[in-house]
């Protein structure tokens, strides 16, 4: 979390130095407070666009979309192998955790090493990775809050700040979910094997 919101802090003062120092030649109408003000308001407004499409996705959206046996989140093994080549194995665990945006814990099942925890597990990942997706993408929204001629120095900047920051946790969720799945059919085949033997201890019983 302090990562995310170095990252957050530290992207929104870099932009307000490089309008500062852009400004002067292009821009010599716009006042410091104004380069400063615009620049802070742009990091902002691009938080409350992520918040409401989180919002949105998590709360309005069926969690039958997103369960562990629907194909369309499925993660092929070409890229997995496109985040190992991008290093995701030395940044994935200084990134922040899904449960950060969700109420999902360890407390919220039974049993946190069941096929039912698992499961749980891979639909917030889901959910999350098409959360972040869609903030990546629609982050780009902010460039119409800003006049035509403003926009390239305040909107997309901060744009490409919240792309950067939105896809590094998405490769993360969607890197995450083939060992997810696999660890969720090894239980899943233990279940019933449990089941089958008590099923055989039943009968030789009666």
Not at 15 to 22: R, S, V
Not at 75 to 86: A, G, H, N, R, T
Not at 136 to 159: D, M, S
């Amino acid at each position: 979390m302090a990562l995310y919101l170095i990252s957050i802090i530290g992207g929104d003062a870099l932009i307000i130095l490089f309008n500062l120092l852009f400004s002067r030649n292009y821009f010599p109408e716009l006042s410091v407070l104004y380069i400063v003000i615009a620049s802070i308001l742009a990091a902002v407004l691009v938080i409350a666009i992520d918040g409401v499409l989180a919002t949105f996705i998590r709360r309005c959206l069926p969690e039958k979309w997103f369960a562990y046996n629907v194909k369309l989140h499925n993660v092929s093994q070409k890229e997995c192998k496109l985040y190992e080549k991008l290093g995701i194995k030395h940044w994935k665990d200084k990134v922040l955790e899904l449960g950060v945006f969700t109420n999902f814990s360890k407390k919220t099942i039974a049993d946190p090493h069941s096929r039912e925890y698992m499961e749980r597990f891979i639909l917030e990942c889901n959910y999350g990775a098409v959360i972040h997706l869609s903030n990546a993408i629609l982050g780009f929204l902010l460039i119409f809050c800003y006049p035509l001629k403003y926009w390239l120095l305040f909107a997309f900047p901060a744009c490409i700040i919240n792309f950067v920051l939105s896809m590094l946790p998405y490769m993360i969720l969607r890197y995450n979910v083939p060992r997810l799945q696999r660890a969720r059919n090894i239980l899943e085949k233990k279940e019933e094997r449990e089941k089958a033997k008590s099923e055989a201890a039943a009968e030789t019983k009666e």
